[in-house]
Structures are given as structure tokens and as C-alpha cells.
């Protein structure tokens, strides 16, 4: 089961590094198969000294880039960058998700790095222009030391651990090993509305053995249209793919509470 760290910092305060909190999974009994982080410290705050043209492209420009300790000069798309920003620099070797990025070549002039967008940093969706930093990040620094860098830990849970096939369930874990409050779920009761008078919505269970319970609500006025980006993107890291507003809130629900949900159009139920 994929779990995300700042998912699980929606209900525990979990201030330790990914890597200490992989050896707490270990030595709690559940085994990490993977731990994958949006960038590691080779993604650095390097400072823009000068934007010109590429020579060979007309949507592409030459950025030259301080690092502290050295000036690189590395190619980039990006319509939003001028001298003086400084901006996120993975430098050559510096791991993007699962991506170990490489020296290139593009269009005849060798980049030595990139340049980041929020979405290639795994810190959201947006892709328009690179990350524009506060202006007070020490050159050099890795980027982690000012922005947690997200992580994906891939739990082997054992079948005796039920309660940890949630975000919910491993935060309570965690949190108590590391001897923090763990934040209560809560629930908008008025976000349902009622059922109208004119239609009933009755649940019949034929095997109570093989399902003792089942419980059905009705949610009226629901429009079926894409989720909120944030959404979709927790999503993805864990590995679902969105589909739509109305699957994406099953699948967060059982993702997040370890509940598991359907959903079915109330029309075609009613008339069945």
C-alpha cells in the first residue's frame, strides 16, 4: 500500500526526515518495499544572472545561473524567469521522482541542470512557469531545507494489520510512536442535505452473513465534472488514476479512512 507523508501529516505532526521515518516503519513491523521523494538535496537555490536567447530556437532561452559556488548556464522554456529570481536548480545527477536527471543537449547548447516548475518538484499541479523562491534562500542550499520534499512510502502490511490500510490508520500508528496528539477526523453533516419527500431509498441485505451490514446515503444536486487538482494529485502518488469528481471522493474515502465506497446513479437505482 502507497501512503503519502504529507498525507499523513493531515492528522500526526510528523517532524523527522523521510529516511527516519522509513526506519520507524521498519522497526514498528511494517517493511517499506519503496520510498520515493519529489527531490532529493542535489535540487539546490541558485539565483538568475542573465536571460538571453537561444541561438537555435525561438521558444527556448539561455539561463546563467549562481550557485554559490560556481555559474552554470543551463538551458529553459520557462516564459516567467528574469535576473535577480532565485529559483529551485536540479543539478545534473539530482533525482526527480523516480527521474535521475542528466546532462543534455538541446538544440545544439548543453544545459547543465534544470530549472523547476511546481509540478516537476511534486509540490502541485502547476506546470506555467518555474518556482519563483523568497528571495531570502541561501544560494546553494538544498531546496529540502526550505520545502519539504514529499515522499511516497510503499508499506508491505502484513494481513494481521488491517487497521494500517489507511492514511488514517498508519498516521495513528506513527503517531503513537512518536508520542504526538492525533488530529480527530471530522465530517460536515450539512454538506448532504436531505432526501426529497418524493423519492425513498431503501437497502435490502439478502446474505447478512456474507454482509451484516450495508449502509446507503443519498446526495442530491451533485454534478459530475473533474476533481480539484490537489485531489487528483494525492491520488496519482499512490497510485490511482482520477476519473471524475464523483469516483475520485470513493477512492479518497478509502484511501484516507480505509472505507471502502461506490457510488451508483440514484435515478437508475430508484428504477430498478
Given at each position: 500500500?502507497?501512503?503519502?507523508?504529507?498525507?499523513?501529516?493531515?492528522?500526526?505532526?510528523?517532524?523527522?526526515?523521510?529516511?527516519?521515518?522509513?526506519r520507524l516503519f521498519?522497526?514498528?513491523?511494517?517493511?517499506?518495499?519503496?520510498?520515493?521523494?519529489?527531490?532529493?538535496?542535489?535540487?539546490?537555490?541558485?539565483?538568475?544572472?542573465?536571460?538571453?536567447?537561444?541561438?537555435?530556437?525561438?521558444?527556448?532561452?539561455?539561463?546563467?545561473?549562481?550557485?554559490?559556488?560556481?555559474?552554470?548556464?543551463?538551458?529553459?522554456?520557462?516564459?516567467?524567469?528574469?535576473?535577480?529570481?532565485?529559483?529551485?536548480?536540479?543539478?545534473?545527477?539530482?533525482?526527480?521522482?523516480?527521474?535521475?536527471?542528466?546532462?543534455?543537449?538541446?538544440?545544439?547548447?548543453?544545459?547543465?541542470?534544470?530549472?523547476?516548475?511546481?509540478?516537476?518538484?511534486?509540490?502541485?499541479?502547476?506546470?506555467?512557469?518555474?518556482?519563483?523562491?523568497?528571495?531570502?534562500?541561501?544560494?546553494?542550499?538544498?531546496?529540502?531545507?526550505?520545502?519539504?520534499?514529499?515522499?511516497?512510502?510503499?508499506?508491505?502490511?502484513?494481513?494481521?494489520?488491517?487497521?494500517?490500510?489507511?492514511?488514517?490508520?498508519?498516521?495513528?500508528?506513527?503517531?503513537?510512536?512518536?508520542?504526538?496528539?492525533?488530529?480527530?477526523?471530522?465530517?460536515?453533516?450539512?454538506?448532504?442535505?436531505?432526501?426529497?419527500?418524493?423519492?425513498?431509498?431503501?437497502?435490502?441485505?439478502?446474505?447478512?452473513?456474507?454482509?451484516?451490514?450495508?449502509?446507503?446515503?443519498?446526495?442530491?444536486?451533485?454534478?459530475?465534472?473533474?476533481?480539484?487538482?490537489?485531489?487528483?494529485?494525492?491520488?496519482?502518488?499512490?497510485?490511482?488514476?482520477?476519473?471524475?469528481?464523483?469516483?475520485?471522493?470513493?477512492n479518497y474515502v478509502?484511501?484516507?479512512?480505509?472505507?471502502?465506497?461506490?457510488?451508483?446513479?440514484?435515478?437508475?437505482?430508484?428504477?430498478?
Amino acid at each position: 500500500m502507497k501512503v503519502l507523508k504529507s498525507w499523513l501529516n493531515d492528522f500526526a505532526e510528523i517532524n523527522i526526515s523521510n529516511d527516519q521515518l522509513a526506519r520507524l516503519f521498519t522497526s514498528l513491523g511494517t517493511e517499506v518495499d519503496d520510498l520515493v521523494v519529489s527531490f532529493d538535496e542535489s535540487v539546490i537555490v541558485a539565483e538568475i544572472l542573465e536571460v538571453k536567447p537561444h541561438p537555435n530556437a525561438d521558444r527556448l532561452r539561455l539561463a546563467t545561473v549562481n550557485t554559490g559556488t560556481e555559474k552554470l548556464e543551463i538551458v529553459c522554456g520557462a516564459p516567467n524567469i528574469e535576473p535577480g529570481q532565485k529559483v529551485p536548480l536540479a543539478q545534473v545527477g539530482a533525482k526527480l521522482g523516480t527521474h535521475v536527471l542528466q546532462k543534455t543537449t538541446i538544440r545544439g547548447v548543453e544545459s547543465n541542470g534544470m530549472l523547476c516548475a511546481e509540478d516537476e518538484l511534486g509540490l502541485g499541479s502547476d506546470h506555467s512557469g518555474i518556482l519563483i523562491l523568497d528571495p531570502s534562500y541561501e544560494l546553494g542550499k538544498p531546496l529540502s531545507h526550505y520545502i519539504n520534499s514529499d515522499a511516497v512510502y510503499d508499506l508491505e502490511i502484513t494481513p494481521n494489520r488491517g487497521d494500517l490500510l489507511s492514511h488514517f490508520g498508519v498516521a495513528r500508528e506513527i503517531a503513537a510512536a512518536l508520542d504526538q496528539p492525533l488530529k480527530p477526523v471530522t465530517v460536515d453533516q450539512t454538506i448532504f442535505g436531505k432526501t426529497p419527500q418524493n423519492e425513498s431509498l431503501k437497502v435490502f441485505v439478502e446474505d447478512q452473513d456474507g454482509c451484516p451490514q450495508y449502509n446507503a446515503l443519498m446526495i442530491n444536486g451533485v454534478t459530475v465534472a473533474e476533481s480539484p487538482e490537489w485531489l487528483q494529485a494525492r491520488l496519482q502518488k499512490v497510485g490511482l488514476r482520477p476519473i471524475n469528481n464523483v469516483v475520485d471522493a470513493t477512492n479518497y474515502v478509502l484511501m484516507e479512512l480505509g472505507q471502502p465506497l461506490h457510488a451508483f446513479d440514484a435515478g437508475k437505482v430508484l428504477d430498478s
